[in-house]
């Protein structure tokens, strides 16, 4: 009866997370989904206050979480953050199925949601996150190994953080015309305006969390040790989304996100040592 009036009150939470996802959505279609969800986990939670004999009222500030999510994120990255508790559930489910006649098909109700939710996802950023992985890597990659190398070649934060953002800007807006051109060349269903806007905004968020640690601290060697935790969160960031909307592996892509941005940054501060050697740069 216990398990029951849990279940009861996880159903209508999911319930009216669902509903307020809903009225969220502009295109009707995926409205339809989620409303078609909403129904659904509405009756398990009826199937269940049969069997507690008790009405429990939602989690409110489950809901307002999921909403808020949706809200920063997407709706589909709320979904399937959601969804991936489901398997818990279902296992749950399946403990106690010689006890609870009829739960085959709350079961089955719930096993059908991940394909419908890879049914729904339209969402805009996801169709154009390929561009946005291309601005947000190279700027990783190529920026946070172009610091490590003024940091060694210059050593003064604000000289470092002017040449940077310059130096920044300037290849977010080449990133982004090459990503204009190679959308338009290969006929893709992406438009290229927005993909080109995409890759460049990436590109310049990333240039800017990178470049602030050398506002706010005079010490380049602190500046850049900064900037480096910067962009382990970036990755952090980023990969832990992809990897709950598009179902990726975390761990793979993190290492080699990391490996690739660390590494170049230590090829490139030695570089900047070389540099700064050999035209005896003093700042």
Request: hydrophobic content about 50%; charged content about 20%.
């Amino acid at each position: 009866m216990e398990a029951a009036r849990s279940f009861q009150k996880d159903e209508v939470t999911e319930y009216h997370i669902y509903q307020r996802l809903a009225g969220m959505m502009r295109d009707e279609r995926n409205a339809s989904v989620l409303q078609k969800m909403a129904r659904e986990e509405l009756a398990h939670s009826r199937f269940w206050q049969k069997i507690a004999e008790v009405e429990e009222g939602p989690d409110t500030i489950r809901v307002w979480w999921y909403v808020i999510l949706a809200k920063l994120l997407g709706v589909t990255f709320a979904i399937k953050l959601m969804e991936r508790g489901e398997g818990s559930t279902i296992r749950t489910y399946r403990a106690v199925s010689d006890r609870v006649p009829g739960i085959e098909e709350v079961i089955w109700d719930e096993e059908q949601h991940e394909n419908s939710i890879i049914a729904m996802i339209s969402e805009e950023k996801l169709r154009y996150v390929g561009s946005i992985v291309l601005g947000l890597n190279d700027a990783l990659v190529e920026f946070t190994g172009s610091l490590a190398g003024f940091t060694f070649a210059l050593q003064d934060s604000l000289v470092i953080a002017a040449v940077g953002s310059i130096m920044g800007i300037a290849a977010a807006l080449s990133m982004a015309a090459s990503e204009y051109l190679s959308r338009k060349s290969d006929r893709s269903s992406l438009d290229p305006i927005r993909a080109a806007l995409y890759t460049g905004a990436a590109y310049i968020f990333t240039v800017l969390v990178l470049v602030l640690p050398f506002i706010m601290t005079a010490n380049p060697f602190l500046a850049f040790l900064m900037t480096l935790i910067c962009a382990i969160l970036i990755i952090t960031g980023f990969t832990g989304y992809t990897s709950v909307t598009l179902d990726l592996p975390f761990g793979r892509r993190f290492a080699e996100m990391a490996a690739l941005s660390l590494g170049i940054a230590a090829v490139s501060f030695l570089i900047g040592v070389f540099i700064r050697v050999f035209f005896n740069v003093e700042v």
